[in-house]
Structures are given as structure tokens and as C-alpha cells.
């Protein structure tokens, strides 16, 4: 009787052995990753594999996610008490996650080393009503890259970080480089939301002004006006880019880009990549800085970001697991797994990422620029881009509506959404 007693009570156990442990007192943190480049991939999972090795403890669980889905898969699993421990996501998708408490407070979890490695400017994209929901870690600003051989060949002003294009300059340049059936530039607006409002701060444009009372207003500014003005006159008035790019993402413009059709292409830093794989051999390419305006060089950015999430009973170990992935020589692997700019101040200083090949030099010649993306603490934001801003931003830069009513769209209708966020 007494063995048959020990026996259920041995069954009893199992059966309420934790979901997230190993089954023989090991911690396991499920750690979903977005990380999509086979460079970067192999990175990450290296980096995986050698905390594993020394912390057999705890035991981390490479998840694969993906940018396609991750809003509505994280949503899905966090109402439905299944979301990772480890949440790999861009800053200007947590803010509705931070406020639902659906992610932890990592003020008092992460470790000092890892809060000073990371400059204000890049903590404030993560940060929603002085809680730090998120480590901002990879960040690409949006530059030009450009034909060498034609720039070159057409004798305009080459422009550096320290003396960039202003957006007349850029938009008198990119004349100079049409004609013949070939254009100064190439915009690919599938997604023109984030790139005009982000590319506007260095034009002095805000587009969301919050009040004394904390509630954000939409206002639709005159430098607000620069940047999309400066692409609409180049589509329209000047000819000097296509509009057959218009619903083009990235990618899609590097054929003709390749095939000497556009002179310039702005793109993420992070495309460099596939432009050093695929460029065909003999191809110059450069990457320039975009304009500047009276913001100077400054750049709205959204950091990839690393989040716990508020249900995992080990949030203790998985701000451990963040400080040794976001160590400034493991950060630096990770930038350059993904082509992308490191935010920790020490990670940025290694020589790898100040190299003149594939633009390195430039990209990070323009970190101390980058700063929290207008719309980044804005709730309601994604509601707003997706039914008000992307459809205006289309047809104005398709020529079916004009500035008046984008101006109008945005404010009015915009400004009815984020009210039901701010009741």
C-alpha cells in the first residue's frame, strides 16, 4: 500500500512539473527570435549555443519568428498565455503591448552594465510613461545608396555626414542626373508611412505634438510638408523618379538599380547586403547620407527590441540571458549577422563597423543622429497608419489627391483615432 502511495505521488509530481523546466530542475526560457539573414540567424543561434554551454541552469530555446506576423502572433499569444519569455520585436510595435501589461518593467530587472552600454536616445524608443519595456539593440538609419560610377561621371557634389545634401540640393541633384529614359532616383513607397515621417525629422518635422496633458494631437506642419513635397515634385513636376516604384518595396528596385535605370535608391542600411551579394561584378556602388534639412542629420529610427514578457515565471534569468546577448563584442556580432548599427555605445566603436567597404563608415557616421521615431510612444499608432496615413501618403505621391487633403486626412481623420486611445 505504502509503494502504491509513493508511486501516485511520484505521478502527481510529474504531472505538475512547470511547462518551462527541463523536466530535471533546469529553467527553460523560450527565446523567439526574428532574426531572418542566414548571417544573422547563425549569429544568434551561435550565441545561443555558448550560453547553453555555460549556464546549464537555465536553458534557452530558439524560437524562429518572423517581421511578416509578429504583431498578430505575439497578440494572439499573449492573450492566449502561450508568448515566449524572450520577445524580439521593433520599438514602434510595443507600445499597445506595454500598455495591455502584456510585457515586464525591465527598469528594475536588467543590470547596470547593460542600462549605461545603451544612450538615452535609444532607451526613450522603448521607454512609455518611464518604464523601460524593451532593450533597444540593432538600429539602421535610411541613406542613399547611389551608382559610384555615374555620380561620378556626372560630376555632382559627392555629399559625407559632415556636409550632406539639404533636400533642395538632393532634389536639384536628381534632376541633373535624369534623362533619357533614366532617373536621379527611385523611392519605394509600398510602406511610405515610417520613411516620410522619419526622414521628416531632419527637416524639423514632428507630424504628433503631445500637450501638457499628455494626450497627442496630429498637426500637419509646414516642415512637415518638406519631405513629401520634395518626392511628390520629383515624381511629378521635375521627372527625375518613377512612379512605377511607388508600391515597390526595397528589393524590388535593385534590377533596374543594378541595370543602370535609377542613379539613387533610399533604402535601409541593412540592404547593403543584399546589394553586396547580388550587384553584378563590376558594379560601384556607394552609400551617401540623406538629406538634411533644419533637423540636420537626424533620423526617427525604431530599434529592434528585446522584451520579457509580463507572464514568464523567470524574468530573473531572462534579463540574465539579455545582459550576456547584448555584451558590446556579442552586440557587434549581432549587427553585423544583420547590417545593422548596434545602439551600445562600446559595441559601436569596433573597427569592423568603421570600415569605408559596403558603407560601414557612413552607417555609423550617423548613429549619434538617430533618435525615438515620431509615432513611437503614440497609441493607436498602427490603427493610424494602416487605415488613415498609408492610403493618404499613397495617393498624394500618386498625384490623386493633393496637400490640402493629405493635410487634412491626416489631422482630421488621424486625430479621431488616436482619441479613442486617449479616453
Not at 58 to 79: A, I, K, M, P
Not at 123 to 148: H, I
Not at 179 to 199: C, D, F, I, M, Q
Request: hydrophobic share 40%; net charge neutral.
Amino acid at each position: 500500500m505504502r509503494l502504491r502511495l509513493i508511486a501516485i505521488l511520484v505521478l502527481l509530481l510529474a504531472g505538475c512539473a512547470s511547462p518551462d523546466g527541463g523536466g530535471d530542475g533546469r529553467i527553460v526560457l523560450r527565446f523567439q527570435s526574428l532574426a531572418w539573414q542566414d548571417d544573422s540567424v547563425r549569429a544568434t543561434k551561435e550565441l545561443v549555443r555558448e550560453w547553453n554551454a555555460t549556464h546549464p541552469d537555465v536553458t534557452v530555446r530558439y524560437v524562429q519568428g518572423s517581421w511578416d506576423s509578429v504583431h498578430d502572433q505575439l497578440l494572439t499569444s499573449f492573450e492566449g498565455g502561450e508568448a515566449p519569455d524572450i520577445v524580439h520585436d521593433a520599438a514602434d510595435d510595443l507600445a499597445d503591448f506595454a500598455h495591455g501589461g502584456y510585457l515586464a518593467d525591465l527598469t528594475r530587472l536588467l543590470p547596470a552594465r547593460l542600462k549605461a552600454a545603451i544612450p538615452r536616445r535609444s532607451w526613450d524608443t522603448a521607454t512609455f510613461e518611464g518604464r523601460v519595456y524593451g532593450v533597444p539593440f540593432l538600429q539602421e538609419p535610411r541613406v542613399l545608396v547611389a551608382n559610384a560610377t555615374w555620380l561620378r561621371r556626372a560630376g555632382v557634389r559627392i555629399p559625407t555626414p559632415e556636409h550632406p545634401w539639404t533636400w533642395r540640393e538632393f532634389r536639384q541633384v536628381t534632376k541633373e542626373l535624369s534623362g533619357g529614359g533614366r532617373y536621379g532616383v527611385a523611392w519605394p513607397l509600398k510602406e511610405p508611412v515610417s520613411a516620410t515621417l522619419n526622414l521628416s525629422l531632419s527637416a524639423g518635422g514632428r507630424l504628433f505634438h503631445r500637450g501638457p496633458d499628455g494626450k497627442v494631437a496630429i498637426r500637419f506642419e509646414a516642415a512637415d510638408e518638406i519631405v513629401p513635397r520634395t518626392v511628390r515634385d520629383q515624381l511629378a513636376a521635375d521627372g527625375s523618379a518613377p512612379r512605377t516604384t511607388l508600391g515597390s518595396g526595397g528589393s524590388d528596385t535593385l534590377p533596374g538599380f543594378f541595370g543602370g535605370r535609377y542613379a539613387m535608391v533610399p533604402l535601409g542600411f541593412s540592404y547593403r547586403q543584399q546589394i553586396a551579394q547580388q550587384a553584378p561584378k563590376g558594379f560601384s556602388w556607394q552609400v551617401l547620407p540623406a538629406p538634411a534639412g533644419a533637423g540636420g542629420l537626424t533620423q526617427g529610427v525604431s530599434p529592434q527590441t528585446l522584451s520579457i514578457a509580463q507572464d514568464s515565471p523567470h524574468k530573473k534569468e531572462a534579463a540574465a540571458f539579455l545582459d550576456f546577448l547584448l555584451q558590446p563584442r556579442n552586440m557587434v556580432r549581432l549587427a553585423l549577422g544583420d547590417w545593422m548599427l548596434p545602439t551600445g555605445t562600446e559595441a559601436l566603436k569596433d573597427p569592423a563597423l568603421h570600415t569605408a567597404r559596403d558603407g560601414w563608415a557612413t552607417g555609423t557616421a550617423l548613429a549619434a543622429h538617430l533618435t525615438s521615431a515620431p509615432a513611437q510612444s503614440v497609441r493607436g499608432y498602427p490603427e493610424w497608419k494602416d487605415k488613415v496615413a498609408t492610403p493618404a501618403f499613397q495617393e498624394y505621391y500618386s498625384g490623386a489627391i493633393g496637400l490640402d487633403e493629405l493635410r487634412r486626412r491626416l489631422e482630421r481623420d488621424g486625430n479621431l483615432v488616436l482619441a479613442r486611445y486617449q479616453r
